[in-house]
C-alpha cells in the first residue's frame, strides 16, 4: 500500500493523473490518496509530489499520529529524517511538535536521526475536510476526512517539465503551462516505448512533454509557422536530429527518413489537416490535443465544431486513448466520433476561461465501425 502526495488544488484530476503510474488510486482527504502498488512512471507525474510506503493511516493530530507510529512494524534500520507537512493548512495539527514527536519514537525503536542525508525519510502527511466530489475518481464522493498518512519516501516527482512558454525559442500567446501539457500527456499514455500524436500542436507544448518523458511523438498543425517552431522547440528541450526528415515539406510530407536517434524519443512534426491524417489505423498508442477556443484561434477551412468532430473521428481511427482540451465541452461530438469518456474536467486557467477536458477511449461495444 502507498500514499500518494497529491500537487495542486484539483484532486480528483490529480488522482486520475496518478492512476496512469499507479493501481487502485482512491481519494482519502484533500491532497491524499491512496494506491496498492506504483511504478517508476510516478517520477513523470505532473499532479503528484511523491508517493510514500506506507505504515499507517490515522486521524489529523500529532497524538493518533504518534501511537500509530508506536504501534506499527518496522522492517527498516538505519538512519531516519521525518517531514511533516500540514496539506493546505486544513488542520491544527504543529508539524514541528509531528516531527519532533515522530522522531522520538523512532530513536526510541533504534534508529539514528540524521537531517541531512538520512537512509530513509518519514513522511506525515496531515489533512482535513471535505474529499472532491467527482464521479470518475474512487474516493472522490465529497464526504469529509481527518487523516494523517505515514509513510517512507518510495518515488518522488522529478517536475522535469520544460521552461515556461515565455522562455522557449518559439512562443505564442495562450500556449498552455508545461505541468497541464505533462499531465495531459500522461493521461493519454504518453510513456518511453509509446507513441503520442498531437494533430493540432500549435507551439508544441503536449509533444515537448510527451517527448521529456520518453514516448516518440508525432505532431501536426495547419499552420506552417506552427509547424517550424514547434520542430525547433523540440530540438531545442527534446533533443537535435529526432525529427524524421528535418525540414519536411508545406503539403504535409512526413519529411524523410528516420533519423538515428538509438533508444532516446523521435519526433516528427509535419503540416497537416487533424480531419484526415496521413497515418494507417491504430498507428499510434495515445492521441492529445488542444482545440482550437472559437475566435481566439485562427481556424482554416473548417467551420470549430467540424474541425472538433473531424478531429475526434481521426483521432478514435489512429489511437485507442485520446485526451482533448477545449474551452467547451465537447463530449455528444466524442461520443458520436466513437469514445467512451472515461472522465471529464472543468479546470480554470484564469476569470475568462476554463478548460474542458475529456478522457477518452474508444468504444469497444459491437456498434462501432472503423
Known sequence: MYWLELAGETDAFAACEAATAATGVELLAPGIAGAGSVGEGVERLAYTHAAH????????????????????????TGSVAVRARNVRNT?????????RA???????????????????????????????????VEGADGGSASVCALGWVAREAARDFAPDPTDRPFFQPGSMAPADA????????????????????GTG?????????????????????????TRENLRTYVGDGRDGGGGGDRDGGNGGDES????????????????????????VDGV???APYGRQSKIARHELADLVAGALAEAARVAPRAVMVADRDWRRLAREAGWDVVAAFERRVHRSLTRHVLVLERDRGPSRTT
Open 53 to 76: 510506503e506506507a505504515i499507517a493511516r490515522t486521524d489529523a493530530t500529532v497524538g493518533s499520529a504518534v501511537a500509530a507510529l508506536e504501534a506499527a512494524p518496522l522492517d527498516r
Open 288 to 290: 492529445a490535443f488542444d
Open 182 to 201: 505533462r499531465a495531459y500527456a500522461n493521461l493519454a499514455g504518453a510513456a518511453p516505448g509509446r507513441t503520442l500524436l498531437d494533430p493540432m500542436c
Open 205 to 229: 507544448g503536449l509533444p515537448l512533454e510527451a517527448g521529456l518523458v520518453g514516448a516518440d511523438t508525432v505532431a501536426c498543425d495547419a499552420q506552417e509557422k506552427m509547424v517550424r517552431g
Open 260 to 283: 538515428d536517434a538509438g533508444d532516446a524519443p523521435t519526433w516528427h512534426v509535419a503540416r497537416g489537416d487533424a480531419t484526415d491524417l496521413p497515418l494507417v489505423d491504430d498507428a
Open 91 to 99: 488542520t491544527d495539527a504543529s508539524t514541528t511538535d509531528a516531527e
Open 102 to 136: 515522530l522522531g522520538s519514537v523512532l530513536v526510541d525503536r533504534g534508529f539514528a536521526v540524521d537531517l541531512e542525508d538520512p537512509d530513509h525519510v518519514l513522511r506525515a502527511l496531515f489533512a482535513a475536510g471535505e474529499r472532491a466530489d467527482h464521479d470518475a
